[in-house]
């Protein structure tokens, strides 16, 4: 007779009370996943978050309360979660999981890792250190009402960066608040303000410079400044956007002075953001009121919403728009609130104008109405209760691996309507590795396409080993049988190396670098294909398989378009272009009723593109090859699991 202890066998639950874990990220899934650990029976956990509390984490991090505002999320949740078990024990580390510190050896202590990230950067990481250690990772993501677990193991499944992903579609506060880099992350914040001065103010949704930015002060002792601060107001104290707004009579000028003026005049006194940035150039209204070009009034040709002002023309549409929403809000009475609507002219020319100022500031390209228009797009909320699914999932998926019963782990979809067999949680097996992949094969190589006259040493160092290929400190030695060293991850050995470009080292069409990240236990061998003719305003191509070559979606484009922010659960900026399709029959299994789909859960298509599944609490997106015959087929429901679904969106 089969012994249990509660509703676990004995043997499981000694293995429990006995094993070590790690998880990484204590947010809106960490929260839950740390709370059911502990009433499952695991005894030894440890828990790593470089976060702190913010106000807007409260309605679904359910570990934290009013009080711990300010404070490190690992601690506070540690001490949340020990009241549920005292007899756990669990370590708390307020730090990020890229430290040095946290090196092979730390992960080979523990029997399994979970993932409760929010940006690829930090996922990547920690892919790569669960497979130099061999240790079990389970990763996973939320995106709205969907959500995704899965598992990796090296040698035996895909790890997660075999498959292509996607243009990120999440970013963390502080990009949107302070370092924008994209179109998007303006769009986001202009959306954001509207909200802040006419809407439902959401703390989730600020707009003033982050100055808790983890970028901009590096230093735990200033974190735990502002914890103790905190604890002394014995209250969150904030400024109303609003308050401030109607206490200037929402004057136009006032408003752009403050928002384009002297809010960015405050980001520059955050030197460390501008160190290998370009730094923001404020607005002054007067000084352009006093420097506007006639020309510059007259407006283009071509269709109206498609046309690309210039700066005063934004600053006057700015205006305008501010005088509209302005009326608007007096017409509905005291306390009256505004909501955004893309088809409504006034907070559409508001979004325009703002965003595109905002563009200006960081030194973008401005956007039409109708590119500003499409590309706002949807912002997902983050749901509490896709967190909490998602978190119990992931215990499942654990208690299989130290069962011993590894090839019954799935990958699993929450959706979010049924599928044709009525289910809402689908599971598919995991596909083996891929041979392709530049992360977990025998012998990681790319192919990369750039200028060698034109690509500096500095350039490859950040934007193609640390930002495309994720690596941390690498270093980089020229296959020229000389052993040139061309980067060096010790401080101060080849910074002069820099400016220079690959060129000045011999560095030509066919020439081989191998990189090499010690931290991660990872070498990448690098195939330079010399061209010039790349696309204007790309440095380089990755040639071939690479997570940027993910394929486009196949329906919904509403869904594809969508954005995910507002939280500090999202997530990196990444670019994107075609890869090759693959020449499988898929089942697509819809999970977004926007598109006027709202009794249908599924479509059959033949098609070579995979689908993919957002995860938004991640940020990221995972991708799931076909396991069905063919999509005829797999549209007549059967007894078996595989012919459910294959990916999800």
Request: some cysteine; charged content about 25%.
């Amino acid at each position: 007779m089969v012994q249990l202890v509660g509703s676990l066998r004995k043997e499981l639950a000694d293995s429990l009370s006995s094993c070590k874990v790690l998880v990484v990220g204590a947010g809106g899934i960490g929260c839950e996943l740390l709370k059911n650990l502990v009433l499952t029976g695991f005894k030894n956990i440890e828990v790593i978050d470089l976060d702190t509390i913010d106000v807007s984490n409260l309605n679904r991090q359910f570990l934290f309360q009013k009080k711990h505002v300010g404070k490190s999320k690992a601690q506070v949740a540690k001490e949340s979660a020990l009241q549920f078990c005292p007899s756990a024990n669990i370590t708390a580390y307020h730090d990020s999981i890229m430290n040095p510190d946290y090196n092979v050896e730390f992960f080979r202590k523990f029997m399994l890792v979970m993932n409760a990230l929010d940006n690829r950067a930090a996922r990547n990481h920690v892919n790569r250190m669960c497979l130099a250690a061999d240790i079990p990772l389970i990763e996973s993501g939320t995106a709205g009402y969907l959500g995704q677990v899965t598992v990796i193991k090296k040698g035996m499944t895909e790890c997660y960066e075999c498959q292509p992903k996607p243009s990120q579609k999440t970013f963390p506060g502080c990009t949107i608040r302070n370092t924008p880099s994209e179109p998007i992350h303006c769009i986001v914040w202009a959306k954001y303000l509207f909200n802040q001065l006419f809407g439902e103010e959401d703390a989730d949704q600020e707009v003033s410079p982050d100055t808790a930015d983890p970028e901009a002060a590096w230093n735990p002792e200033e974190t735990a400044a502002r914890a103790t601060a905190s604890e002394k107001d014995g209250d969150i104290k904030r400024i109303s956007t609003k308050e401030w707004a109607r206490s200037t009579g929402y004057d136009p000028v006032k408003l752009f002075n403050k928002l384009f003026k002297d809010d960015i005049m405050y980001l520059l006194t955050m030197d460390k953001l501008w160190k290998k940035r370009k730094a923001p150039t404020p607005l002054d209204w007067q000084h352009l009121e006093n420097s506007v070009c006639p020309q510059e009034e007259t407006p283009g040709s071509g269709l109206k919403d498609q046309q690309v002002l210039g700066v005063w023309g934004y600053c006057q549409l700015f205006q305008h728009s501010v005088e509209t929403l302005r009326s608007q809000l007096q017409e509905k009475g005291d306390g009256a609130e505004l909501v955004w609507d893309k088809d409504d002219p006034p907070a559409m020319d508001f979004v325009t104008a703002s965003a595109n100022l905002r563009m200006h500031i960081f030194s973008m390209n401005m956007k039409s109405r109708f590119d500003v228009k499409s590309m706002a797009g949807n912002i997902i909320p983050a749901i509490a209760t896709t967190n909490a699914v998602i978190a119990g999932l992931i215990v499942l998926e654990g208690l299989k691996i130290l069962s011993g019963e590894l090839e019954s782990c799935r990958m699993i979809f929450l959706n979010k309507c049924p599928n044709l067999r009525k289910k809402l949680l689908v599971p598919c097996i995991l596909d083996p590795p891929s041979a392709n992949c530049y992360v977990c094969a025998s012998k990681p190589e790319v192919t990369v396409k750039l200028n060698v006259h034109k690509t500096m040493v500095l350039s490859l160092q950040d934007r193609i080993l640390k930002e495309r290929f994720g690596m941390v400190a690498p270093d980089v030695q020229i296959e020229d049988g000389k052993g040139t060293i061309l980067i060096s991850s010790e401080e101060g050995e080849t910074e002069a190396n820099n400016s220079k470009f690959l060129a000045d080292f011999g560095i030509r069409n066919g020439s081989r670098l191998q990189a090499d990240d010690f931290l991660q236990d990872y070498t990448l061998l690098i195939n330079v294909l010399h061209t010039e003719e790349l696309e204007r305003d790309v440095e380089f191509e990755v040639v071939g398989e690479a997570p940027d070559k993910a394929p486009p979606p196949q329906s919904n484009q509403e869904e594809a378009n969508s954005i995910t922010n507002g939280n500090k659960d999202s997530a990196q900026p990444s670019t994107s272009s075609k890869a090759p399709a693959e020449d499988n029959d898929i089942m697509i299994i819809e999970s977004d009723e926007e598109e006027g789909l709202s009794n249908r859960s599924s479509a059959t298509v033949s098609s070579g593109t995979k689908r993919k599944h957002s995860d938004a609490e991640a940020g990221e997106t995972s991708t799931k090859r076909p396991r069905t015959e063919k999509a005829s087929a797999a549209a007549a429901p059967t007894d078996n699991d595989d012919d459910d679904i294959i990916a999800l969106d």
